[in-house]
Nanobody, 114 residues
Framework: QVQLVESGGGLVQAGGSLSLSCAAS????????MGWYRRASGKQRELVAT???????RYADSVKGRFTISRDNAKNTVYLQMNSLKSEDTAVYYC????????WGQGTQVTVFS
């Protein structure tokens, strides 16, 4: 089993920054790609960014140039640095890990006000 715990969410003014962290525990050696997803109120969950074990990244067009995903394999942690935040970024952010099956964190709330 793999367990994921997100941290770093909160309330931030538009134009500001937040950094999210996701710590993995359990059968860590089985984890391949990791990623961040988000779900805004009343909307479907959408992919924000993904990163492979080798460091290759992909981003949603809406966050490209503003968000950066990274991982520290030694610490079993994936990060999401969010800059130039907009009200449209308000959502619950979820960490995910790919293994034999997919694992999900509990989510952390990010609220951006103008």
């Amino acid at each position: 089993q793999v367990q994921l715990v997100e941290s770093g969410g909160g309330l931030v003014q538009a134009g500001g920054s937040l950094s999210l962290s996701c710590a993995a525990s359990g059968r860590i050696s089985s984890i391949g790609s990791m990623g961040w997803y988000r779900r805004a109120s009343g909307k479907q969950r959408e992919l924000v960014a993904t990163i492979t074990s080798g460091g290759s990244t992909r981003y949603a067009d809406s966050v490209k140039g503003r968000f950066t995903i990274s991982r520290d394999n030694a610490k079993n942690t994936v990060y999401l640095q969010m800059n130039s935040l907009k009200s449209e970024d308000t959502a619950v952010y979820y960490c995910a890990a790919q293994s034999w099956v997919d694992y999900w964190g509990q989510g952390t709330q990010v609220t951006v006000f103008s």
